[in-house]
């Protein structure tokens, strides 16, 4: 009888605090939407273009660390993307034009890049067992909601005695004690180096010329789009848009009073919800099409997304609109990783995967740049919401002519 191996390896152990963490100061920068545009007087598109920049560096240095990863070491690759993160946090803090933060941005994206999913998830596949890979991969995703869960709440909290620049050094300091952790994480290798510079070239151009990768490629980016222009701007627009808390009510009796605080919740909730959903993803992950699964959620999404702008904005639809959302929130990601794996095996997990992640961090930047743009025009978000639910549509319907039913392999030179 085969032994059974436990699914909580130390390298999934340290890869979930190290995605959490990371995710928990990354869920966070909608919180200083307001703070940082009051104090120096920015339009709200000056600080988006920021969180914006993040976004699309973050996909630019993806698939740069994974490949990064694959050739002088998964912990080699986080340690640079920690320090990279340190640093853009500290120089963010002492930066007080819009065009310095906007610049530094840059740092924080490719921080991100080097601490997230990309580098994660890949280690965390192969340290995995066959039947263990799947919610291994949910487990490490829900991490990233854990910190989401916390994230913003904490900020918000840290903003009542300190300063915003303040916050941010604390955030960098957290970052950089990720190092300390590294030493346990130990995944077995891919491959020598001298057989990852003879056919990577060559998994890339089959990858490149399969239409089933571009199908993945391009329906990842409604999901980049909605998630990153909810976490930058729903605490904002929470605060303008919903109605007051009343007196007496559930959500004054257990201490939300005002939407402020209601935006920092509805960011917390989106993440705990997210944790039952990207579990269940992993779950289901291993049973069903991963194909059809990503199309359910997007398809979801786009119902929730709708429902929500159409009906009266309440206190009790910004909650109930979260815990929804939330459940679809990162279970896109497990579905997405193990669809790459499952196709074009784990050998080059890293960097294919990073490349697809590529299109989730050009709708990141799409939906937090028109964010700000759009309300500064507009006054408001409608118009960005709506472009959100045709983007999440668009996504259910291009997953489904998808071929998951067989494996590209490339053999060594």
Not at 263 to 270: D, E, K, P, Q, R
Not at 366 to 385: C, F, K, Q
Request: charged share 10%; proline share 4%; glycine share 10%.
């Amino acid at each position: 009888m085969p032994e059974r191996t436990s699914i909580f390896t130390p390298v999934l152990i340290v890869g979930c605090i190290i995605i959490m963490v990371s995710f928990a100061v990354r869920a966070s920068f909608g919180v200083f939407q307001i703070p940082v545009a009051e104090e120096f007087g920015w339009l709200r598109t000056e600080f988006s273009l920021a969180i914006a920049i993040q976004n699309l560096a973050w996909g630019i240095g993806q698939p740069i660390f994974g490949a990064l990863a694959e050739k002088i070491g998964d912990r080699r690759a986080i340690i640079i993307g920690s320090i990279v993160y340190a640093i853009g946090l500290v120089l963010s803090a002492n930066s007080v034009t819009p065009l310095e933060h906007q610049t530094y941005a840059w740092l924080v994206g490719f921080g991100i890049a080097g601490t997230g999913f990309g580098v994660i998830l890949a280690v965390v596949g192969r340290a995995s067992s066959d039947d263990n890979r799947s919610m291994s991969l949910a487990i490490a995703t829900a991490a990233g909601s854990a910190g989401q869960v916390f994230g913003a709440p904490v900020a918000e909290w840290m903003l009542t005695f300190m300063t915003w620049q303040a916050v941010f050094v604390a955030f960098a300091a957290m970052i950089l004690s990720l190092i300390l952790l590294l030493p346990l994480m130990r995944a077995p290798a891919l491959a020598s180096k001298t057989e990852l510079e003879e056919s990577l070239g060559e998994i890339l151009v089959k990858a490149f010329r399969d239409p089933s990768y571009t199908l993945i490629f391009l329906g990842f980016f409604s999901c980049g789009y909605q998630l990153a222009f909810i976490t930058a701007h729903f605490p904002a627009f929470v605060t303008e848009m919903c109605g007051p808390i009343l007196p007496g009510g559930v959500l004054h009796n257990i201490g939300i009073t005002t939407t402020s605080a209601l935006g920092a919740v509805a960011i917390s909730l989106i993440g705990l919800a997210n944790i039952a959903g990207t579990l269940a993803a992993g779950w289901a992950g291993k049973r069903y099409s991963k194909k059809y699964l990503l199309a359910g959620i997007y398809t979801g999404r786009t119902i929730a997304a709708s429902l929500f702008i159409l009906f009266p904005i309440t206190p009790e639809t910004v909650i109930l609109f979260s815990i929804v959302m939330g459940a679809l929130w990162l279970a896109t990601v497990p579905l997405t990783s193990g669809l790459v794996a499952h196709i074009y095996g784990l050998r080059y997990m890293g960097t294919l995967f990073g490349i697809v992640f590529l299109s989730h961090q050009l709708g990141s930047f799409a939906g937090v740049w028109l964010g700000g743009r759009l309300y500064d025009i507009y006054g408001d978000y409608t118009v960005v919401w709506w472009v959100g639910v045709a983007v999440g549509a668009f996504s259910a319907i291009v997953h489904l002519p998808v071929r998951e039913d067989r494996t590209v392999r490339v053999q060594p030179a």
